[in-house]
């Protein structure tokens, strides 16, 4: 069987699993932008108790596995009567994982803008929301987008454990058409490919747009 | 189904789940033994004077970083026996993980590189050192604090990412859970056990690491923070 009979007859059932595993990757995105923002304002709160209680759901998530959390979330919730969807699961166990390595880039970049902004703002009698919103938030775009851009495709490539939780994304239509034709070569390789190509020519690119983006808005240009 | 947590359980299953402990402990050693010296070759790869060479071994690394561990395994693992090459799970998963983590350590070891000032290399050159004795003596010392807290990130890396080897039926820590909460019915025990062994090691684990960094730093003579 030629590589282009095996792509005629099975590229659409790989094409929908792109599209589950695109699903994932967006929701779970999101999920984990906001959560890296609220623990990570946390994070840098003067406020002991609080700072605490992110301290200790950061490292829980990064201290423990992915692949751990997700199946605690798929098996191990039903024991306490919470029983959430296979999609659901993975994508709140990507987002709470990727969500504590995103909280600490936050961090990073709060802490990473120059304290005589803050002390100028002040000086100028600034309200802490227009603080913020006009002079901190700004600067703090072009730290940590670069490393959050490392993140988020290393959250592509974490979409594709939702298959172990039955999740009907690439990596499971790749599993069950190696389990019907045992064309193994193909059917893995043209995952890979499609995964390489997501990252390498959609996602990445974008990325780095956002970061020119983001870059130009503080006046500084980046090559 | 009862959510009642049973110590009695978790005390009979607590054996078995040491036991697979020391095979994720070993995964995750040879595992990385590998991935720093597949780093090296790659490190190399994108260094030799030909263009096409390095151009080549970048996007191999770029094909390596932008795909999953796990479908890198299922290829592996399934597309041997189609051209006659039969591995065992553990050749498999070694191999897998040697390559994904050593284009990650690649670029630590450039990164690494990278921070030593340019100077330094003038300063050899002025003084006629070979090029090799300037990387023995001058680069490699400096380089090697920088690359340190990267190399430990990704030895807790690879620590976290041996419950995937599972999948294809390497008996570690995970695939003992799976096995053992499906005898019984029961994956509360099991896999909450497996959070709290892997917190038990992973946290510790960097601890190491941030002091390993530190004092390397004070013997360098440069003190941080």
Same mark, same amino acid.
């Given at each position: 069987m030629s590589y282009f009979s095996f792509l005629a007859e099975h590229g659409a059932t790989l094409l929908l699993g792109t599209i589950t595993t695109l699903k994932v990757l967006i929701c779970?995105? &999101?999920?984990?932008? &906001?959560?890296?923002?609220?623990?990570?304002?946390?994070?840098?709160?003067?406020?002991?108790?609080?700072?605490?209680?992110?301290?200790?759901?950061?490292?829980?998530?990064?201290?423990?596995?992915?692949?751990?959390?997700?199946?605690w979330f798929y098996y191990v919730l039903p024991f306490f009567g919470l029983t959430l969807e296979?999609?659901?699961?993975?994508?709140?166990? &990507?987002?709470?994982?990727?969500?504590?390595?995103?909280?600490?880039?936050?961090?990073g970049g709060i802490l990473a803008v120059p304290k005589g902004q803050w002390e100028g703002a002040h000086a100028l009698n600034f309200s802490p929301i227009k603080r913020m919103k006009r002079i901190i938030i700004p600067q703090i775009f072009p730290i940590i987008l670069p490393p959050?851009?490392?993140?988020?495709?290393?959250?592509?490539?974490?979409?594709?454990?939702?298959?172990?939780?039955?999740?009907?994304?690439?990596?499971?239509?790749a599993k069950q058409i190696n389990a019907i034709t045992w064309l193994s070569a193909q059917c893995f390789g043209t995952a890979l490919l499609i995964y390489y190509i997501i990252s390498r020519f959609f996602l990445v690119p974008f990325l780095r747009w956002l970061e020119v983006l983001a870059a130009r808005k503080v006046g500084k240009e980046k090559v | 189904m009862n959510a009642e947590w049973r110590w009695d359980f978790a005390y009979q299953i607590l054996p078995k789940m040491l036991w697979a402990t020391l095979n994720t402990i070993m995964a995750?050693?040879?595992?990385?033994?590998?991935?720093?010296?597949?780093?090296?070759?790659?490190?190399?790869?994108?260094?030799?004077?030909?263009?096409?060479?390095?151009?080549?071994?970048?996007?191999?690394?770029?094909?390596?970083?932008?795909t999953p561990l796990l479908i890198q395994l299922f290829f592996l693992y399934f597309v041997g026996p189609?051209?006659?090459i039969i591995l065992s799970?553990?050749?498999?998963?070694?191999?897998? &993980?040697?390559l994904h983590f050593g284009t990650y350590l690649s670029?630590?070891?450039?990164?690494?590189?990278?921070?030593?000032?340019?100077?330094?290399?003038?300063?050899?050159?002025?003084?006629?050192?070979?090029?090799?004795?300037?990387?023995?003596?001058?680069?490699?010392?400096?380089a090697f604090p920088i690359a340190i807290p990267g190399m430990g990130n990704y030895l807790v890396g690879i620590f976290k990412d041996t419950p995937l080897l599972s999948t294809i039926g390497v008996a570690e820590l995970f695939h003992a859970a799976t096995s053992v909460g499906g005898e019984n019915y029961r994956y509360l025990e099991p896999y909450t056990m497996v959070g709290v062994i892997f917190l038990a090691l992973s946290?510790?684990?960097?601890?190491?690491?941030?002091?390993?960094?530190?004092?390397?730093?004070?013997?360098?003579?440069?003190?941080k923070n």
């Open positions: 779970a995105t &999101i999920l984990y932008i &906001i959560i890296s923002i609220i623990f990570g304002l946390m994070r840098v709160s003067n406020n002991s108790t609080i700072q605490g209680v992110a301290t200790v759901y950061i490292e829980f998530f990064r201290g423990t596995s992915l692949m751990v959390q997700l199946f296979a999609f659901t699961s993975g994508v709140v166990a &990507i987002g709470l994982n990727f969500g504590a390595y995103g909280a600490e880039i936050v961090r959050a851009a490392n993140l988020t495709v290393e959250l592509l490539k974490a979409t594709a454990l939702v298959a172990l939780v039955t999740v009907v994304d690439l990596t499971f239509e | 995750a050693g040879i595992g990385y033994a590998i991935a720093v010296v597949v780093g090296l070759i790659f490190l190399v790869g994108q260094r030799t004077p030909f263009k096409v060479v390095n151009i080549i071994v970048r996007e191999i690394i770029e094909f390596i970083r932008s189609q051209f006659g799970a553990w050749v498999t998963a070694m191999i897998t &993980i040697g670029e630590v070891y450039r990164g690494a590189l990278e921070g030593v000032p340019k100077t330094q290399w003038e300063a050899c050159r002025a003084l006629n050192f070979t090029t090799l004795y300037t990387y023995r003596r001058i680069v490699l010392p400096q946290i510790p684990a960097a601890i190491g690491i941030r002091k390993l960094e530190r004092s390397v730093n004070k013997a360098q003579g440069k003190v």
